[in-house]
């Protein structure tokens, strides 16, 4: 399939903070949006835009040649392309779905199966870089599927993204987001902890951040979460709740392995008891909370 | 004390790869060294360059203004400066006693006191950068004591190293090292998880690292160490033994809050197990080895 804006119908199902700003930018490129997302009202500039309300995925699949889903936990990525009426059953022969949820590869491989027997392709193609990278297209975009289908996507990959890669076969783009997840979420509690040190030590914190963040202890999550660790600046830009899904994923996954990811499972733990007491929808940075709590 | 490269005399004990490194500055910018080395042909070159040889550490600090020390363990730096003829014995009155060895907060407060009381100032500045940072007169410089020590020595650091900082009383600058320590030991183990878990998911892991290495997950460890742990280089940028020395000490310091250090504890056993296993004098990146024996 070669896409052209005059002629190629994307359908975008969950337009969310970072979906919102996804379907943006294709629809100021100029191409015709398809839309869905549970709550309607989170369409409504881009139905002011140009495209066209469906009260389905199913419904959005059924006018589209690329299918876009950004949508929440993998049972709501299950439900969508594998439900009754869902995007696979009515998806257009040669059509190209793309799933940019941050899923489980397991069900990435699935999802590519049912599709292929539909005579369907479909990329798995989770994101990092957040709202900011979202609202910019400088996401990384880390893509598992068939080459073709790859190519055929990349033109509308590159209206999102900045670093955009095929790492694999179906599964692959969510297996390199989990190693993306697994790494931060050790850092993030390195971090947690070495700032929660210097608060007891009785260092000025805000100090000791300014004086390593220059050197090998650089991160995002030093430089941007320990600055508002100290600030007690617990907002969301990445969730909690949304992080612990991630990592359940990866669990999950490592649990096939014959090494345990015994920091992965510590971080999680601790991101787990944090959700229940109320943390769940504030940013990954109150972890420093298990550390320094109320 | 004023310090002139025409009058003051600087006594520099211990020149291994990070002390030869950071003596050669001084030196460089005219500078008399009084130099000491347990392995004496490491301070060839330094008298070759001028610098005169004494016997003992204490013997260095009987002709020096300022007395500047990088040895190895803590219990290195308290024989050498509390040790029956070290240097607080026989320093000169108003001498700058500096340990730029990574060692106790614990025990740079007993130097400091032990020093104040022969009317002799002292700093703890640990720094940070490794060998290269030496090299380049790069190195970040962390520093714990007085204000009026601090600003006498400020040109003498400038020579070593780029950012420099006073964080608080003595101890400070080892109290800051050991926040950058926590931090990276557990960002070391998320990066060792992260690419283990690529490599047994099938992933082509360089390919990984390529993706996610400009995103959220980026830092030296991921960057430069984990292309290390890839590439089966685990020669030593920074000694294993030496981490394990750091972190055993902030684990110390640590053990007198409320609150666990969990995650630097599992970094720091899986560590201690590897060192067991020989890879002491093996880089930081061996880590790797835990998820990946031989």
Known sequence: ??????????????????G???????????FKLHVYNRTKAKTDALVAGGATWHDSPGAVA???DIVITMVGFPKDVEETYLGA?????????????IDMTTSSPALAKRIAEAAAKKGVD?????????????????????????????????????LMGANIMLLGAAGAGQHTKMCNQI????????????????????????EVLKCIGGGAAASFQLNVLGNRMLEGNFEPGFFMEHFIKDLTIATEEAASFDTKLDSLQLAK??????????????????LYKHYNPD
Chains 1, 2 share one sequence.
């Open 1 to 18: 399939m070669a896409i052209s804006k005059d002629s190629t119908q994307i359908g975008f199902i969950g337009t969310g903070i970072m």
């Open 20 to 30: 919102g700003h996804m379907a943006r930018h294709l629809q100021a490129a100029g």
């Open 62 to 64: 059924a006018e589209s």
């Open 85 to 97: 009426g869902g995007i696979v059953e009515r998806a257009r022969k040669g059509a190209i779905l």
């Open 122 to 158: 479909s990329l798995d193609a989770p994101v990092s870089g957040g709202d900011v990278g979202a609202r910019d297209a400088k996401l990384s975009i880390m893509v598992g599927g068939d080459k073709a289908a790859f190519d055929a996507a990349l033109p509308v990959f590159q």
């Open 183 to 206: 790494i931060i979420a050790s850092t993030l509690t390195g971090v947690a902890e070495g700032i929660s040190y210097a608060k007891r030590t009785g260092l000025d914190p805000v």
């Open 269 to 286: 733990s601790k991101l787990e008891a944090l959700a229940k007491k109320g943390y769940g929808r504030k940013g990954t940075q109150a």
